[in-house]
């Protein structure tokens, strides 16, 4: 498969569970929920330990992406085995993986796209760089800092407050343009519209 057939690797991190669903750590999959539901699909249990969902983004036919779009079913800090396992499976080249992730060092739903970089103290990032390296692209997504003095782990673990909440779905899909936009336009087209 040359590199211009082999698919996109579009992963959402979260933790797997209905106690975590509504948690800020887990919005990369509330964004792969959205792109699948956009796609039609409906994720499917993978032998790599992830849900996964296989379609197109863009327009029908040709110039449409194909993408995997994905969940890990370990938990965050075990991300990167899943996401190597799909990467090999689906013979997807690092620079075509994207993962979606939340980010305390920005404000709430604001965006920022990049290619490369460190993990920042994020578990998830950590694990799937010891993987296989930092050449992926990011899709950061702002939850902003824990208020006074709660602890990172806590405040990550907890739901979106209830204001957070009203502006929620609206931060999301823009997420979800972002991905779009990145795999359909380039990076640096998709940073200059979305990094807010």
Do not use: C
Request: glycine letters at 12%; proline letters at 6%.
């Amino acid at each position: 498969m040359s590199d211009v057939d082999s698919p996109w690797l579009i992963v959402g991190l979260g933790n797997p569970g209905p106690e975590y669903a509504a948690n800020r750590h887990n919005v990369g999959f509330m964004v792969a929920d959205l792109l699948a539901d956009r796609m039609g699909g409906r994720f499917k249990s993978h032998k790599a330990r992830a849900q996964v969902v296989e379609g197109r983004i863009g327009a029908p036919g040709p110039t449409g992406r194909r993408v995997v779009v994905a969940k890990p079913m370990t938990f965050m800090n075990l991300s990167g085995g899943p996401t190597t396992a799909l990467r090999d499976f689906y013979k997807v080249p690092v620079e075509r993986v994207v993962v979606i992730h939340d980010e305390l060092d920005i404000d709430y739903g604001a965006l920022r796209l990049k290619l490369g970089g460190g993990d920042n103290g994020h578990n998830g990032l950590k694990s799937i760089t010891k993987s296989f390296g930092p050449d992926y692209h990011r899709v950061r997504f702002g939850i902003g800092r824990p208020p006074g003095r709660m602890e990172v782990a806590a405040f990550v673990l907890k739901d979106f407050s209830g204001t957070e909440r009203k502006e929620l779905d609206y931060f999301v899909d823009r997420a979800a343009d972002a991905v779009e936009a990145l795999i359909l336009e380039g990076l640096e087209r998709a940073q200059s519209t979305y990094n807010s």
